[in-house]
């Protein structure tokens, strides 16, 4: 394929400048081969990849009469663009990127503990794009002078997939808390670079299940030369907005950044050589003007190397000419479970996973157990997850799978070691974890071994030679892992570890073989800055190149402006060299020179540089709330929100409210807050910021409606629920609900009479709460809510008996010696204050302390009552009530004395006809209607009939309204003076008499 393109450039090429006819050029059509770098404007920072690709273009109006000509144009772009940030992205649990759900080995939330819980962001983004353009160019240029300036604009769609970096060469997650985020932005990327190896093998955020696709407008501008009517060489600019949902996940990261440009958008840029070939074209006139040019038969040309490219020594390289077409994957494979090598087990049945990525299908894929080859392996697409459930044989049990593509072929081997339990104990078990495999080969004379020694709890119990020696090791008895670092010699060397207990011994022997890597010639590669040529505004600057093959800094020769330099770095790990100086006006030249015994490479860096002139950055403050000017309010407390940026701090901002300066508001640097008391009407505040390069002032109202009370207060029993209750704690935590009161100050709170101030009062929810300390005996507690309408109060009485120890045995009651028995204490919970009930069967409950049920004597209605329930401190008992009021008494008595408590239960039918509500008889939880007749304050002579609930009847009954409906008006007034009274009038209608229920 390659010898046929270059034959075919060499053909194009070859009959591109034979022809000497400038017309041709006229109206053709014209095949342009490109090839350069792309980079993004994302979310953080970008690095150059390497881009290129074709056009297809018909040129319009090139008549050499014309001063513009015109051109339709079709492209083809392919390009790889990088990217990292220096700031720590704390949000992975919600990016499915970083929490597992894209990738179980990706997992940064549930693996690592809260303080590192969190990733430095990359990306690769591979993109293919296909436009269409329309291009102008300035045609009597180029027919004068053969220079060619072109300006063009289209819209296309771009394709595009991103990956990211974040875990190592053994399927680990980076460990992102060995980048150093403190410093500088070059440190922390610097630190980045060192520590992550470049594969790009996870999915970034939306890229999970395939390319994306955006509208993508572009423009760009091209500047070039005409060598001959056949061949003209270009260098081009093209910048692209993709537009859409999928445009801001160029760099897989959504981010408010507000470009200037693009808003939240990601976009990128190409520039590069365009190659530019005429196929054909008509004559329009016999020959164009002539054109005296002197041409350089041997252009140079310097394309700029992308930051993130790796030198290598590429027996085929590509030629610029041509596109670098997408490179296919090989196949990569990573153990789930077991989790590692030798991973020891009980259990004969155990599951083995695996990913495998860049496979076409399961027929890609060969799956060995003990290296006999099983097919009832499955295979998930979705996933990539490779799966099988495994009937183990005891000892070790060798895994080893297979992938395959077009790209290549990968292995990867594991061990699981199957021991079960055995009734007196198992003998010892090694296991080799590193090396996975006897004979493995490697290129470095260290090597980590490690091996996993079971049942063998003491270190003494190991023996471990390393080519026949004695060899000090570590043994961690947690995770059962012998270590240590072997000094390897060329050729085979070989490990043996014995590990024995009181069941018996086990030895397991492997070796390693280490053969030196030929040394390559040195390779010495730009990073930053990323091309040779360059400008910077920044005095103090770190040049950072990779240098490849040398052994230490010994092998590198700095030069800058011409004078060695020895105080540079270089890093024998990462293969880094940084040399910080101090920059020169104009230009500063750094030369890099790499030597080893193979051979030698450099590299020459240009930076022009020129000092930064200072922006201006006046502030800027915007309010938040209220967001809209001149809002209308109905509380009294309000919290104004402003943001304030571009200041040092606090003593750069003023807040005036109602005209007068305060300073009780809060800011962090940003934001800023003030709570406010608004006053009745039009509350203004004022926000107005300055710094050395201006000032920024903001200004809004709001109104404040004051809201009169909808009614006198209500206050109503929560905790504890009835009137006269009984506690064994002295601490009480008391609740009551006090509606109609709009703050703390219209509610007086006292116990035993004295007032109560330190209790909390919920505006919103209208309870109030405190705790109170409580005295042997009786309590009362009464809450009173006050308002412009009226006034309303709840007493309780609530009686405090410390719990007392009794001693006794399953049947009778024991008093030890010198100890003096309790008097009894006997309260009824329910029924409380001459309840009211509508249904004949109710339960009675009671409480009683210090005696048990042979001491307790319980009667209703003068009758005594045996069948009641008792446990502990509470008794009970269900009966059907008689008509009318129903009386129940409780007695307990010991030696210290007697205690006695009665309380009362009224039965109405469910009609009610028996009589008028007493509202003595009423719950104040009881929320049944009832209806009255009001006597509206101030207007007597028009009473109405409403219905209220039956527990606000006594409210209404102490200021002057009649339970029942009212009389009609027709009915006639007559006064009752039967002497039972002084003159208190009484409605007499003419008909029948109205029910007052």
């Keep these: 394929m390659k010898k046929i393109f270059i034959l075919l450039l060499t053909f194009i090429s070859i009959t591109a400048f034979s022809q000497k006819d400038n017309a041709r050029y006229h109206n053709a059509w014209r095949l342009g081969l490109n090839l350069g770098g792309s980079w993004q404007t994302a979310d953080y920072y970008s690095c150059w990849g390497m881009a290129g690709g074709f056009t297809l273009e018909k040129g319009l ?15 083809y772009l392919g390009a790889n663009t990088y990217g990292m940030d220096f700031n720590r992205n704390y949000f992975v649990k919600s990016n499915d990127a970083y929490n597992g759900n894209y990738d179980p080995l990706v997992n940064f939330s549930d693996s690592l503990p809260s303080h590192r819980q969190y990733v430095f962001d990359n990306y690769k983004m591979t993109l293919g794009e296909g436009s269409l353009e329309l291009q102008l160019s300035f045609n009597r240029l180029r027919e004068r002078t053969g220079v060619i300036l072109n300006l063009w604009g289209g819209v296309g769609v771009t394709s595009f997939r991103t990956m990211t970096d974040l875990l190592d060469g053994n399927k680990k997650m980076y460990d992102f808390s060995k980048i150093d985020s403190s410093g500088n932005q070059t440190k922390a990327l610097n630190a980045y670079k060192g520590l992550i190896d470049k594969d790009y093998e996870s999915y970034a955020y939306g890229s999970r299940h395939g390319n994306l696709v955006t509208f993508s407008p572009s423009g760009g501008i091209g500047l070039g030369y005409q060598f001959s009517p056949g061949f003209s060489l270009l260098l081009e600019y ?42 054909r ?35 085929n390289p590509v030629s610029n000419n041509t596109a670098v077409p997408p490179r296919l994957e090989k196949p990569v494979i990573s153990y789930v479970t077991p989790p590692t090598n030798a991973y020891s087990v009980t259990d004969q049945r155990y599951k083995i996973s695996a990913k495998v990525l860049n496979v076409a299908s399961q027929k890609s894929i060969q799956f060995k157990l003990n290296g006999v080859a099983r097919n009832d392996f499955s295979y998930d697409l979705k996933s990539n997850v490779l799966s099988y459930s495994a009937l183990l044989s005891e000892g070790t049990n060798l895994i080893d799978i297979v992938a395959s593509n077009s790209a290549g072929t990968v292995s990867k081997q594991s061990s699981v070691v199957y021991e079960p339990l055995k009734a007196g104990g198992n003998p010892p078990l090694v296991s080799y974890i590193n090396p996975v495999q006897a004979g493995s080969s490697v290129v470095s004379n260290s090597f980590n071994v490690l091996a996993q020694v079971s049942n063998v709890t003491e270190k003494k119990n190991i023996a471990v030679y390393f080519n026949g020696v004695s060899t000090p090791f570590a043994f961690n008895p947690a995770n059962k892992e012998v270590s240590f670092t072997a000094p390897l010699k060329e050729g085979t060397n070989s490990i043996s570890i014995t590990a024995n207990n009181t069941i018996g011994e086990d030895t397991k022997v492997t070796h390693i073989i280490y053969r030196k890597e ?11 800055p990323a091309g040779p040529i360059n400008n910077s505004s920044v005095a103090m600057y770190t040049f950072k190149l990779g240098v490849l093959n040398v052994s230490s800094k010994s092998d590198i020769e700095v030069l800058f402006n011409n004078n060695p330099q020895t105080n540079f770095t270089y890093s024998s790990a990462s293969k880094e060299l940084l040399f910080n100086t101090q920059l020169v006006s104009g230009s500063n030249i ?24 200072e922006q201006k950055t ?94 006198p207060p209500t206050v109503n029993l929560k905790l504890p629920a009835l009137a006269e209750s009984s506690t064994q704690n002295l601490n009480y935590n008391f609740q009551f609900s006090v509606l109609n009161v709009s703050s703390k100050s219209g509610i007086q709170v006292s116990v035993n009479g004295i007032p109560l101030s330190n209790f909390n009062f919920d505006a919103v929810g209208k309870e109030v709460s405190f705790q109170s300390k409580l005295k042997v005996g009786e309590n009362t507690v009464i809450v009173r809510g006050t308002n412009s309408s009226g006034t309303d109060f709840k007493q309780v009485k609530i009686t405090y008996a410390p719990s007392v120890i009794i001693k006794n045995t399953p049947s009778v009651n024991v008093t030890q010696p010198g100890e003096t028995e309790v008097l009894p204490i006997v309260s009824i919970t329910s029924p409380s204050k001459k309840q009211v009930v509508f249904s004949p069967v109710y339960t009675f409950e009671f409480k009683v302390v210090n005696a048990t049920k042979q001491q307790i004597s319980v009667e209703l209605n003068g009758k005594q009552v045996t069948a009641f329930g008792f446990n502990a401190t509470i008794g009970s008992f269900s009966t059907t009530l008689v008509a009318g009021n129903n009386m129940l008494k409780v007695t307990a008595s010991n030696s210290a004395g007697v205690s006695t408590k009665s309380e ?32 509206p304050p101030g207007n007597e002579g028009n009473p ?21 409906e009212c009389p009609n008006r027709n009915d006639s007034i007559r006064i009752n003076n039967s002497g039972r009274g002084s003159g208190t009038p009484s409605l007499s209608p003419k008909s029948t008499p109205i029910n007052p229920r």
């Design 944 to 964: 109405q009939t409403i219905t209220i609930p039956i527990s606000a009847l006594k409210a209404h009954l102490d200021h002057g309204d009649k339970e029942g």
């Design 590 to 613: 750094l030369f890099v020179k790499a030597t080893n015994s193979s051979g030698v490479d450099s590299k020459q860096i240009a930076i022009n540089y020129s000092a930064q002139i």
């Design 904 to 935: 009362s239960v009224v039965y109405r039918n469910a009609r009610g006809t028996t009589g008028t509500i007493q509202p003595a008889d009423v719950n104040p939880t009881d929320e049944r209607k009832v209806t009255i007749c009001h006597i």
């Design 518 to 528: 030929k040394l390559s010639p040195p390779i010495v590669n730009l990073i930053d």
């Design 618 to 711: 006046p502030p800027i403050v915007s309010i938040l709330t209220p967001s809209v000017d001149a809002t209308t309010i109905m509380n009294p407390n309000f919290t104004f929100k402003a943001t304030v940026s571009n200041v040092a701090g606090a003593q750069s901002v003023k807040v005036i409210f109602n005209g007068s300066p305060v300073t009780n508001f809060t800011f962090d640097g940003f934001n800023l807050v003030y709570p406010a008391m608004l006053v009745q009407g039009t509350n203004m505040l004022e926000v107005e910021a300055v710094n050395n390069h201006g000032s920024d002032k903001k200004v809004r109202s709001i109104n404040f409606r004051f809201v009169k009370n909808s009614g």
């Design 238 to 279: 093209k910048i692209t907005l993709p537009q859409g949902t999928n445009a801001d996940l160029l760099d897989g990261k959504l981010r408010l950044n507000n470009d200037r440009i693009a808003g939240n958008k990601d976009y990128y840029h190409y520039t590069g050589l365009n190659f530019l070939f005429t196929l």
């Design 61 to 75: 109006g090139e008549n050499h009469t014309n001063f513009f000509s015109f051109a339709i144009r079709g492209r």
């Design 281 to 315: 074209g008509k004559k329009k006139f016999k020959s164009s003007p002539p054109v005296t040019e002197t041409v350089n038969p041997n252009p140079i040309l310097t394309t700029p190397v992308p930051s993130s490219s790796v030198v290598t020594n590429n027996p």
